[in-house]
C-alpha cells in the first residue's frame, strides 16, 4: 500500500471537486457494466455482484483523484477491475465461499441456432462453464478479463498486478488447461 | 457453430466456447439508481462532517489554532514523547543485549561440556 497521502473528494474545494465528480461519472458510466460482468462471473449470483460492483465504485470513487494523478492518462478501466477483483478476494475470504457460476443471466445463444442446437450449445456452454469453474483463480479470473470484458493482455496484467509477459503465459495456460479438461469428457 | 466447427482435431476450440460463454452482462437498472443514490450519501455525509467540524470551533478557538505561538506546546510535546520513546528503546535494546549475551556465554559453556 502506497503511504502517498490520498485526497477525499469531498476535502477538494467545490470547482476542483466538481470536475472530479463528473470525471467519475464518466468512468462509471464507461464500465458499469464491465464491474457488473466482472463481478458477476466471479460470484455467481446477481444479488452478490451488484454489492460488489457498490462496493468496487465506492472504493474506487475514495480514491479516484490519487488514481486519475497517477494513471499518466492511461484508461483507468484496469485500476476499476483491480478493486472489484480485490474485493471479490476478500469476499471468498470472508464467507468461505467459492463462485457458483451460473448461465441463467448469459443468455450466451440467441436465435441464430434452432432448437436442438440451443440445447446441444447449451450443454457444451455449461462444460466449459463448468471447467471455468475449477480452475485455479488466477486463471479463472484472467480468462473472464479477457472474455468477458475484452481486455488485452496489458490491461489484465495491470489488473492481476503481473507482468505483461507472465499474463500471457497465464492466458496461454489456462486456456490449455480447459482444452485438456474438455478433450478428457 | 457447429459441433466440427467447436472441435479442430480431437480439440476443443476453447476460445470460441468461452467467447459464447462469457458474454458482458447488462447491470440491472436498479444498480444504477442504488449506486448514484449510495455515492450521493457518502459525498453528503463528508461534507456535512466537515462543515460540522469547522461550524463547532468558536472564533477565538480557530485564532489559536491559526496562531504559531500556539504551536510551541503541541511541538514540545511530541518532542519529549519521541525522547521518551527513544529511551524505553533504548533500554529495551540494552536488556535484550544483556539476555543474549548470557544467552551466549550459557550456549557456549554447554558447547565446552560436550
New interface residues.
Given amino acids: 500500500m502506497s503511504n502517498e497521502k490520498n485526497v477525499e473528494p469531498a476535502s477538494l474545494d467545490p470547482e476542483a471537486k466538481a470536475e472530479l465528480d463528473r470525471a467519475f461519472e464518466d468512468l462509471y458510466r464507461a464500465h458499469l457494466r464491465d464491474v457488473y460482468s466482472y463481478a458477476y462471473y466471479r460470484v455467481g449470483n446477481p444479488h452478490d455482484a451488484e454489492d460488489l460492483t457498490e462496493q468496487a465504485f465506492l472504493q474506487a470513487y475514495r480514491h479516484f483523484d490519487r488514481a486519475r494523478r497517477e494513471s499518466d492518462g492511461r484508461p483507468l478501466r484496469p485500476w476499476l477491475i483491480r478493486i472489484a477483483h480485490n474485493l471479490a478476494s476478500n469476499y471468498y475470504r470472508d464467507r468461505s465461499r467459492r463462485p457458483q457460476t451460473s448461465l441463467e443471466n448469459a443468455d450466451p445463444i440467441e436465435a441464430r441456432h434452432g432448437t436442438e442446437a440451443i440445447a446441444e450449445g447449451r450443454e457444451q456452454l455449461r462444460q466449459v462453464m463448468a471447467n471455468l469453474d475449477h480452475l485455479p483463480d488466477d486463471r479463472r479470473d484472467a480468462l473472464i478479463m479477457r472474455f468477458a470484458l475484452g481486455m488485452d493482455n496489458r490491461e489484465i496484467a495491470r489488473a492481476l498486478g503481473r507482468t505483461d509477459g507472465a499474463t500471457k503465459v497465464l492466458i496461454h495456460r489456462a486456456i490449455k488447461q480447459l482444452q485438456e479438461e474438455m478433450g478428457d469428457e | ?1 457447429s ?1 466440427a466447427q ?1 472441435l479442430t482435431g ?3 476450440d ?2 470460441h ?12 437498472e436498479r ?2 439508481g ?2 448514484e443514490d ?2 450521493s450519501a ?2 453528503q455525509a ?2 456535512e ?2 462543515s460540522d467540524w469547522a461550524e463547532e470551533l468558536s472564533e477565538s478557538e480557530l485564532r489559536a489554532l491559526r496562531d504559531p505561538r500556539n504551536w510551541v506546546r503541541p511541538v514540545f510535546a511530541v518532542g519529549a514523547g519521541g525522547a521518551a520513546a527513544g529511551a524505553l528503546l533504548l533500554l529495551e535494546a540494552r536488556r535484550r543485549g544483556r539476555q543474549q549475551a548470557k544467552g551466549g556465554l550459557r550456549s557456549l559453556a554447554g558447547r565446552v561440556r560436550l
Fill in positions: 457453430m459441433e467447436r480431437s480439440t476443443w476453447v476460445e466456447l468461452l467467447s459464447d460463454a462469457l458474454r458482458p452482462i447488462e447491470p440491472p444498480l444504477s442504488r449506486l449510495t455515492l457518502v459525498t463528508a461534507a462532517e466537515l
